[in-house]
């Protein structure tokens, strides 16, 4: 069974970090491409870094503040949010991508608030 399961959300204040994981089975971890994206109310469900075997890209909004990684081994992706802003707030939803396959997890929800 495919599956990708994030874990690592919360409740943090502005300024804070957080670690965020996605724990992939059923299908070649190595081989995809993965990415995070997230959704804020209202909002369209955007990019905010991914990582293939070539290169790493993130979105202007995250840049220098983010860090996407992943353990090959462990067929788990990463990211370390570091400065969370208020407009963080999303729901964060792990990808993987090959050709025209798309997976998708079902989410962690990341709240920054005072």
């Known amino acids: 069974q495919v599956q990708l399961v994030e874990s690592g959300g919360g409740l943090v204040q502005p300024g804070g970090s957080l670690r965020l994981s996605c724990v992939a089975s059923?299908?070649?971890?190595?081989?995809?491409?993965m990415g995070w994206y997230r959704q804020a109310p209202g909002k369209q469900r955007e990019l905010v870094a991914r990582?293939?075997?070539?290169?790493?890209n993130y979105a202007d909004s995250v840049k220098g503040r983010f860090a996407i990684s992943r353990d090959n081994a462990k067929n788990t992706l990463y990211l370390q949010m570091n400065s969370l802003k208020p407009e963080d707030t999303a729901l964060y939803y792990c990808?993987?991508?090959?050709?025209?396959?798309?997976?998708w997890g079902q989410g962690t929800q990341v709240t920054v608030s005072s």
């Open positions: 990582i293939s075997s070539e290169n790493t």
């Open positions: 059923g299908f070649m971890f190595s081989a995809y491409a």
């Open positions: 990808n993987a991508y090959r050709g025209l396959t798309w997976l």
